[in-house]
């Protein structure tokens, strides 16, 4: 039985830029426990399959100098696969960073959810650890 019920995280794609980025620093802050310390943006931010907002950021807990890039995909329609998540590494790297942290409201497949098992650099919060992340929001 696939019961595709409505949940919070559907409810990101009704928020304007500005609201959606807020609810991003808010998850950094209240639930990933990171300080920000930018926004980052590169040439390539820009995709087909939606909007999305990156921060570079640092653990409350660890050492300032250690930075994480945290992405935000609005993504629709779409199954996140190996390649896209081979491209997130790829902005980890080039933002300086030392590991990255990717939220997307949409699956995972199977090949992808392999290369993040074996990747200690990355971790992936898809659809419903998403939804989890924000369910005390007010959106």
């Known amino acids: 039985m696939n019961l595709s019920k409505i949940l919070k995280v559907d409810k990101i794609y009704n928020l304007n830029k500005i609201d959606f980025k807020k609810l991003c620093q808010n998850v950094i802050r209240k639930c990933l426990s990171h300080s920000i310390v930018q926004e980052y943006t590169d040439a390539v931010s820009e995709s087909n399959y939606g909007d999305e907002a990156n921060y570079i ?3 409350s807990k660890g050492n300032k100098k250690d930075l994480t890039l945290i992405s935000f995909k609005r993504w629709k329609k779409v199954e996140i696969g190996e390649l896209m ?6 902005m980890v790297n080039e933002a300086g960073a030392k590991n990255g ?3 997307v409201p949409v699956k995972l497949s199977n090949s992808a959810k392999s290369f993040v098992s074996h ?3 990355i971790t992936v919060y898809s659809r419903m650890q998403f939804n989890n992340l924000i369910k005390d929001e007010n959106i």
């Not at 998540?85 to 790829?90: C, V």
């Open 85 to 90: 998540i081979r491209d997130f590494l790829m």
């Open 101 to 103: 942290i990717l939220i």
């Open 119 to 121: 990747n200690d650099k």
């Open 57 to 59: 950021t640092y653990s």
